[in-house]
């Protein structure tokens, strides 16, 4: 696509309920973040895929928090048993490279996630 | 830990000014530096990205500088217009790549 893709655009589930959020990069691009952004808040690193290498999952809050990449294209942010505080808006953005020139990050739209 | 702090946090000017965005950082081993716009209820829009090694980009009206040493950078808007009326944010990379630190952002409106 010409852009990067998520989904869905606005996502109300149920305390304690399980959702996926997904985020289909740029194609080509070989590096992946998962970004959240809450109320009156700056953006908060969540999640780093960068190719065949092992994530950097150092911002995941907490161990209801995972995410996936399959075939290096398509992510997952997955949030189990979700709480109230997990409301927010959900950025994913990709760029070319990890390292070396390439590494402007493009941002898809966000899901925005409402826990009631 | 990387701190990102931008000033001022909220700007007003008329239409035609020229004006200046501040970002400081407290960590000067940065792998790259890019601004950013967000409009209400969007995604980030890339505007502008300055590799370590360079002192300055330039987009259109846009300009950024990057003094590593002082841990600094501006983005410089000329000639300012309504459509230029968004949030702007900063976010640097460390040296190991991978996640960005981003500075809370900069509101600015711009009056016709």
């Known amino acids: 696509g010409a852009g990067v893709s998520q989904s869905p655009s606005n996502k109300v589930t149920e305390k304690g309920k399980d959702v996926e959020l997904r985020c289909d990069p740029i194609?080509?691009?070989?590096?992946l973040y998962w970004y959240r952004q809450s109320l009156g808040q700056g953006l908060e690193f969540l999640i780093y895929?960068?190719?065949?290498?092992?994530?950097?999952k150092s911002g995941l809050p907490s161990d209801r928090f995972s995410a996936e990449r399959t075939g290096g294209s398509v992510s997952t942010l997955t949030i189990q048993r979700t709480q109230q505080e997990d409301s927010a808006v959900y950025l994913c953005?990709?760029?070319?490279?990890?390292?070396?020139?390439?590494?402007?990050?493009?941002f898809g739209q966000g899901t925005r996630l409402t826990v009631v | 830990k990387q701190e990102v702090t931008q000033i001022p946090a909220a700007l007003s000017v008329p239409e035609g000014e020229n004006l200046v965005l501040n970002c400081s950082f407290t960590d000067s081993a940065i792998y790259n530096l890019q601004w950013f716009r967000q409009d209400p209820g969007k995604g980030l829009t890339s505007l502008l990205l300055i590799q370590s090694s360079q002192r300055e980009q330039t987009s259109g009206r846009l300009n950024a500088s990057l003094d590593k040493s002082s841990g600094r950078s501006t983005l410089y808007i000329a000639a300012s217009q309504p459509g230029d009326s968004a949030t702007y944010l900063c976010a640097v990379k460390g040296t190991n790549a991978g996640k960005s630190t981003f500075g809370d952002g900069t509101t600015l409106t711009v009056k016709p």
């Open positions: 953005a990709s760029s070319l490279a990890g390292t070396g020139r390439y590494t402007e990050a493009f």
């Open positions: 194609s080509g691009h070989t590096a």
């Open positions: 895929f960068q190719g065949n290498s092992a994530p950097d």
